[in-house]
């Protein structure tokens, strides 16, 4: 089991940035493929955004593309979600997640992801 520690979220109003940041302590997780899954109140958890062990490959769902964007920090085991223009639809828990069997491929199922974040919320408001 890897600790994956997330920072970030909070209350924004529509149109509004915020910023999720995730970290791997005590894991070389630079690797393995990174990502974002969220979940709102009675849905399923929704894949947002991954990238890949090399970090040369983002992947994001339809829901976000050209608002979100995933960067990595290599050196720090760490992920981060970069999300503008935000919409009360992104109101969720936003969860951090890692995949210790893949390298360069990512996957959109949130089964297939070995490794979790204790999950932040994120509220966006009008």
């Known amino acids: 089991q890897v600790q994956l520690v997330q920072s970030g979220g909070g209350s924004v109003q529509v149109g509004g940035s915020l910023t999720l940041s995730c970290a791997a302590p005590e894991h070389s997780s630079w690797m393995y493929p990174m990502g974002w899954f969220r979940q709102a109140p009675g849905k399923d958890r929704e894949f947002v955004s991954a990238i890949s062990g090399t970090g040369t490959r983002s992947y994001y769902g339809d829901s976000v593309k050209g608002r979100f964007t995933i960067s990595r920090e290599t050196a720090k085991n760490a992920v981060s979600l970069q999300m503008n223009s935000l919409k009360s639809e992104d109101t969720a828990v936003y969860y951090c997640?890692?995949?210790?069997?893949?390298?360069?491929?990512?996957?959109?199922?949130?089964?297939?992801?070995?490794?979790w974040g204790q999950g932040t919320q994120v509220t966006v408001s009008s």
């Open positions: 997640a890692l995949d210790v069997n893949r390298y360069s491929t990512v996957s959109n199922r949130s089964s297939e992801w070995t490794d």
